[in-house]
């Protein structure tokens, strides 16, 4: 081990049921390093973390700690902890209602004789802790008392405290304002001079340029490389993320399909924003067209398309429908306008898994005819039969529940669900997220086919390529903003360099 | 197979169980050295006044046990949309009862003995109490489903509450309405209890509602996936306002039967612990406190159980004062056939033996 090493993980790999989660993966972290670990969602960032802290249980591999005899193989977090590596999750772990000295050293309190907790060295060495890394706080007062970024640093502190050579932060500043950030990375910082190794998990760009000496990029369960932050700009790190090398698929755009800027307006949105989610944006969409919301997760993306449908109620600005100017206050509204909205998180927003698929394909059609107008139990059937033969729904029958489906199969009855509403503008956030390659060509014909029949799309994909493939606009959105529209011919440098911002772009 | 299938039924269970509370019943009659079926019998009777009654003992648990399945009806709605349970019930049926005898008899009366000393029709009474009940569960449901507050806490200031203004509204008597136009409802109509006849009503027109519109699946869905259903465009929010006011209402029908029954507004007793039956009965009706998929037919299956179990312990003799024990270990078992373990224990022994029996053939 090079001396200045504190961390090795070599060749780990783990699978998940039908899926390689990571693949043979190295990970190398220094003393007194902020070391970014990126990649975009399911590219193995938490799978690798979890087999670090012992949640998960790799195969293969092998996994050294600085003064640790031998490879290190944790079962728990209380393992993980005994070897001196701490975790602090986006979610603040502690009590709120307890005291931040309280908090500090919960579980390992110093005692009196008596055994019972030495309140007055507890108190003294928690005010020495904070006062070390710089944050202002009074210990005797209870956490609750205190804001979100300091719970996360007095997180931190806790961690920090416990004889920690390795502090995994995951995904700490993303409930945390900009000065709020600022604070937090001093006490990286501090704790980076004491010669801590930090491994920073985020999604936002900046802060990785912030805060970061080494960046290590996962993709698809596999190492792409370890680089200074000096040899890897922006666009670069982008590109690595996402994949420069994808599967050059013949184009499915019909000829002519750019052309959709006399079609009459479907949308215009002037100055619509959601407190704390997206700022004010204005937006319009032809009727025929499919527009891409590019950016990176957390970019506010699928905020952006909640707001026009009124799953979250837009706090300012006006919205026309078909030209007509529209009061949204809640998704059926929405619908009543003739939208659509497939969420990205399908199990939490979209399937209702006790209900049959039957029952899941016609939820949004009856809903818009109203409680008292039951569509017929023929009806109901018939429409069923009709989509899961469509879009070649694979279940053992129409009355299996949904949740027995696979993730694929659930999706395709959602969008069932919504093709039966005829909608003319459906919005598509991540319609093929964690689904086969197969199947992921087939929605992308059938939003192609949607639009050739008049029908507006919005469609949000991390795959840039596939949006390449189906859009013919893109709005490009960074940190909770649109930042910008991409118009004509649409190329994968162009997407990045606007997706990656900053100095960069051009 | 088909044995299979029938095993498969969500409302198999139940059934088993109320068949074997009724069973103990024929065990007793034989060793009684009574007719097997004596349990079963069902008979007309004269009563006091020379009229024909329908009685026997199924007459009697389908009579007494109407109250807990109307609040069932209700109760199970609301644990399907909220994942909760409306406790307030019972108070709210003896709120109700002595709102509408109040009404009836006018405040500060404390009897009537006559229609011609009625201060405003019955019916207003009846409506009002029905309105009252309404007003009860838009209530509950106002705060369950607009303010997020947790239902057993939402309803826990009506439970306690209700029952206080009732007696209030009596001004702490216990207020007797001998008129046999409002003892009807807890009386005959012809030869047939009315109290069967209402839950009856009661059943059928929301098995109808359920069966004709769409608001079975519009519950569930929302008590399946909250979220989900509203960005499918279901007013979530709504639909769980509008089962705690079904609730509310059909409190107010059965406080109007129970107090009907007794010819009077006896706010201390109308109701009492009811709540805890309707629970248990859409728990006995094999559906999950924790919501979305409901079974009605289960429910009311579950409330008749509970008033065999309590009449079976009259048959079998036991004292008023005991039967609450032996009602518990009854249920201690319903409830442990019907846990999930154990069903799955059963399954696999099931499977092994018949694996065990096709090996000793081989």
């Known amino acids: 081990m090079e001396n200045n090493v504190v961390l090795t993980m070599r060749g780990i790999s783990m699978t998940f049921p039908g899926v390689k989660a990571l693949d043979n993966v190295d990970f190398t972290l220094r003393r007194g390093e902020i070391h970014a670990l990126m990649g975009e969602n399911g590219a193995g960032k938490s799978t690798l973390i979890k087999c670090l802290t012992g949640i998960n249980d790799f195969e293969a591999g092998e996994i050294h700690v600085d003064g640790v005899e031998g490879a290190v193989k944790n079962h728990s977090t209380q393992d993980a902890q005994n070897?001196?590596?701490?975790?602090?999750?986006?979610?603040?772990?502690?009590?709120p209602n307890l005291s931040v000295a309280e908090n500090l050293y919960i579980g390992r309190e110093p005692m009196t004789p008596l055994r019972t907790i030495d309140r007055k060295t507890m108190i003294k060495k928690a005010d020495e802790l904070v006062k070390r890394l710089d944050i202002k706080v009074d210990v005797t007062q209870n956490l609750e008392n205190y804001s979100l970024a300091i719970q996360q640093m007095i997180a931190i502190a806790r961690a920090s405290d416990m004889d920690c050579k390795v502090l995994i932060l995951d995904e700490p500043t993303s409930s945390l304002d900009d000065s709020e950030v600022e604070k937090l990375f001093k006490v990286m910082n501090q704790l980076k001079s004491e010669g801590v190794g930090i491994i920073f998990v985020t999604h936002f760009l900046e802060q990785v340029y912030a805060v970061c000496d080494r960046i290590t990029v996962l993709r698809n369960g596999t190492l792409v490389g370890e680089y200074p932050i000096a040899d890897l700009p922006r666009v670069k790190l982008v590109a690595a993320m996402m994949g420069k090398d994808f599967d050059d698929l013949a184009s499915i755009k019909p000829e002519g399909f750019e052309d959709r800027h006399d079609a009459p307006m479907q949308i215009e949105a002037r100055g619509l924003s959601h407190r704390g989610t997206i700022k004010p944006f204005d937006l319009d969409i032809h009727k025929g067209e499919v527009i891409g919301l590019t950016g990176l997760l957390g970019s506010g993306r699928s905020e952006l398309a909640r707001s026009i449908y009124g799953a979250d109620k837009a706090h300012t600005g006006t919205l026309k429908v078909g030209?007509?100017?529209?009061?949204?206050?809640?998704?059926?509204?929405?619908?009543?306008l003739g939208m659509g909205l497939l969420p990205d998180d399908r199990k939490a927003e979209g399937i209702i898994g006790d209900l049959s698929v039957r029952e899941n394909i016609i939820l949004a059609l009856q809903a818009k005819r109203g409680m008292f107008k039951q569509l017929s139990r023929a009806k109901q059937e018939e429409i069923a039969d009709r989509y899961i033969d469509l879009l070649q729904i694979k279940t053992a029958t129409r009355e299996t529940p949904i949740k027995q489906l696979s993730g694929g199969n659930q999706q395709k009855a959602i969008l069932a669900r919504w093709l039966a509403t005829d909608p003319d503008f459906l919005i598509l956030d991540e319609p093929t997220r964690g689904i086969d390659i197969g199947t992921k060509t087939e929605i992308q014909k059938l939003i192609i086919q949607l639009s050739q029949e008049g029908k507006s799309i919005m469609f949000i994909s991390s795959e840039i390529e596939e949006m390449l493939r189906t859009c013919n606009r893109m709005a490009v959105l960074r940190d909770g903003a649109k930042v910008g529209e991409l118009d004509g011919e649409l190329t994968q440098e162009r997407v990045m360099a606007a997706i990656a911002g900053g100095a960069d772009n051009d | 197979m088909t044995k299979k299938k029938l095993t498969q039924n969500p409302l198999f269970l139940p059934l088993v169980c109320v068949v074997l509370v009724l069973a103990v019943n024929v065990v007793y009659d034989i060793a009684q050295g009574n007719a097997f079926y004596d349990f079963f019998r069902i008979t007309m009777q004269a009563s006091a006044s020379g009229e024909q009654l329908l009685s026997g003992r199924l007459v009697t648990i389908l009579n007494r046990g109407s109250e807990v399945a109307i609040l069932a009806i209700g109760m199970t709605l609301v644990v399907s949309a909220?994942?909760?349970?409306?406790?307030?019930?019972?108070s709210v049926m003896s709120l109700c009862a002595s709102f509408c005898c109040m009404l009836g008899a006018g405040f500060g009366v404390s009897a009537v003995n006559d229609p011609s000393e009625f201060a405003m029709p019955l019916i207003v009474g009846l409506i009002g109490a029905l309105v009252m009940g309404c007003v009860c569960g838009a209530f509950n449901g106002a705060?369950?489903?607009?303010?997020n507050i947790q239902p057993m806490v939402a309803t826990l200031i009506l439970w306690s509450a209700a029952r206080a203004i009732g007696l209030l509204l009596c001004n702490n008597l216990i207020v007797y309405v001998r008129v046999p136009q409002y003892q009807v409802f807890?009386?005959?109509i012809g030869f047939m209890p009315t109290p069967i006849i209402i839950a009856a009503i009661c059943i059928v027109v929301v098995s109808l509602v359920l069966k004709h519109t769409?608001?079975?699946?519009?519950?569930?869905?929302?008590?399946?996936?909250?979220?989900?259903?509203?960005?499918?465009?279901?007013?979530?929010?709504?639909?769980?306002?509008?089962?705690?006011?079904?609730?509310?209402?059909?409190?107010?029908?059965?406080?109007?039967?129970?107090?009907?029954?007794?010819?009077?507004?006896?706010?201390?007793?109308?109701g009492l612990n009811m709540e805890l039956d309707a629970i248990l009965a859409v728990a006995l009706g094999g559906n999950s406190l924790g919501g979305g998929k409901f079974n009605l037919a289960g429910s009311i299956i579950g409330a008749y159980t509970i008033q065999a179990i309590t009449t079976t312990m009259y048959n079998l003799g036991v004292s008023s004062a005991v039967a609450p024990v032996f009602k518990a270990v009854v249920v201690?078992?319903?409830?442990?056939?019907q846990a999930p373990p154990v069903k799955a224990w059963v399954r696999k022994h099931a499977a092994s033996r018949s694996t065990g029996k096709e090996a000793a053939h081989a």
């Open chain 1, 323 to 336: 030209g007509q100017e529209a009061r949204i206050n809640q998704p059926l509204d929405a619908m009543n």
């Open chain 2, 82 to 90: 909220s994942a909760g349970t409306d406790i307030s019930v019972g």
């Open chain 2, 332 to 337: 201690i078992v319903i409830v442990v056939i």
């Open chain 2, 186 to 188: 807890g009386g005959y």
């Open chain 1, 83 to 95: 070897v001196g590596i701490s975790t602090v999750y986006q979610e603040v772990n502690l009590c």
């Open chain 2, 214 to 270: 769409a608001m079975g699946m519009y519950i569930q869905s929302v008590g399946i996936n909250k979220k989900a259903s509203r960005i499918a465009g279901l007013n979530s929010k709504r639909i769980i306002f509008m089962c705690y006011l079904l609730c509310g209402l059909c409190a107010g029908i059965a406080g109007i039967v129970n107090s009907s029954r007794i010819s009077s507004a006896d706010a201390n007793n109308i």
């Open chain 2, 143 to 147: 705060l369950v489903a607009y303010l």
